[in-house]
């Protein structure tokens, strides 16, 4: 096999509309495309390439082309990476030799449910809270890294940044601490999840983090450190309560 050297063109296709996989929409939508790379050639093989539809001697080279995108989604301006390929050998009666590949790669609705520790639309209800009196801008990056962490099975900064919560937000409920939270403020249920929150939660934090160096040491797992709906019911009072 050798290959001719490609040609390379830059940003050919940039300011196009195409359909792509938005993770964050969670669905098929427009993006812009930004900026773009593409190599394109024609591989030429020497002899037959032993692959199924090719003729010796018949088919001695195949055109492909690799263009390279950062492309932007038009529901939500996320910015990802996309390549659009092609080549020639993989064409036949049921398939056109096009493929994609983006990178984050494509997360379906259901499995974005797992993925993520803080809802992104409940991150988004924060971001469009207004206060006079706090600034949300350390909670909401507490919320993003936690989803991050979780994302990447970061299990044991997971407890740790929902500690750093929980201890940072009491003066918002005109609370000294957090104990204070759930036994001066909202309803019977609000107390009883943030109880769970306070008691559970602090326990793992701490046995994760003041714990000295053992002969045989166990990690947290997903299960354990599964404080989703309590810290979701915090958020989502956390926003009722400063739009009033
Ligand atoms: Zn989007």
Redesign the pocket.
Known sequence: MSNNKPIVNENISKGEIIRTY?N??GQN?NHQILMDYCESGEEVFDSDPGIPGFTKGFVDAADFKFDYQIVK?I??D?VSYRSDNFFAIYQDHDNDGRWEERFPMPVSVEEKGHVEYVNLSRIQELINTVSPDYDLKKLIQFCKELNSAYKNKLYLSVPLLVRAIIDHIPPIFGQANFSDVYSNHGGKSFKESMKNLDKSLRKIADANMHTQIRKKEVLPNETQINFKPDLDILLSEICRYLGK
Request: aromatic letters at 0%; charged letters at 0%; hydrophobic letters at 10%.
């Open positions: 938005c964050n929409c939508i989604c529901g939500c996320t």
